[in-house]
């Protein structure tokens, strides 16, 4: 079976956030670097997943509709849903394609990631800033919370940290989904090392992640492998739903509750 790594349009929160954590004893970032990232990251995205036979649009729409399907199966309301680290808003469009009755609120720690996605979807969320640390909410805010791609650039140290911080903010019965790259598979790492975003990135077995996330004490924790196939593929996909149990799927999914 052929698999292969689809690139997700994972936001450039997660390496505004690894500088952020790096930087925890006060000093300020150089926010020049990443502004400059949020710019070109679109087309250099694009490029590093050429290969593959699918645009950004793919993996980014992949998630949110595996969210969609998982809340729907649950009988999970979605009312207020966070994009944390929402970068430049890739996953916008298929939050309101796919849970079109959801408020959706952004959150990340790059300025001109969030200017980006309100020029480029103004209506379609709340954009706030995030200072890496505290989340500007109140407890229980939210029924879901949604982030792809972003903890493999935060040190191990921060994530237990941050799953708490999450946690505060879900509301009893609430779900979090944290979608990540699969170091088990080969060509995942091999797109991950010629990725310039991904430079200084860790990636996180599922197994290790679902034991941070118990830490910080959510519950039913489930995984689930995706990405088997590329474009050329394509027929073979409706295979997938059969497959979530394979740890050789290009990218993965935790789902994990707070408890009521």
Sequence with gaps: MLLWQGRALASVAGIRLFHTMQEGNGQHMDSAEFDKFAEEYASMHANNIRASGEGPEYFAEYKVRDVAAHLAA????????????????????????????????????????LDIAQFRFPDAAEYLLFDGKSLPF??????????????????????????????????PGGVFFVFEHNPLNPLTIQAVNQCPFDENAVLIRS??????????????????????????????????????????????????TKAK
């Design 74 to 113: 649950h009988g999970i309301a979605a009312q207020r849903v966070l994009d944390f680290g929402a970068g430049i808003g890739g996953s916008i469009p298929y939050f309101r394609r796919h849970l079109p009755s959801s408020h959706l609120t952004c959150v990340d720690v790059s300025r001109k990631s």
């Design 138 to 171: 109140e407890d229980n805010s939210f029924d879901v919370v949604f982030t792809a791609c972003v903890f493999h650039h935060i040190p191990a140290s921060e994530h237990v940290g941050l799953f708490s911080e999450i946690r505060r903010v879900l509301a």
């Design 207 to 256: 197994g290790e992640l679902s034991r941070r996330l118990a830490s910080a004490q959510f519950q039913q924790i489930k995984h689930r492998y995706r990405i088997f196939f590329p474009r050329f593929l394509k027929a073979l996909r409706g295979l997938e739903g059969a497959l979530g149990w394979c740890p050789l799927g290009a990218q993965y999914y935790l789902s994990a």
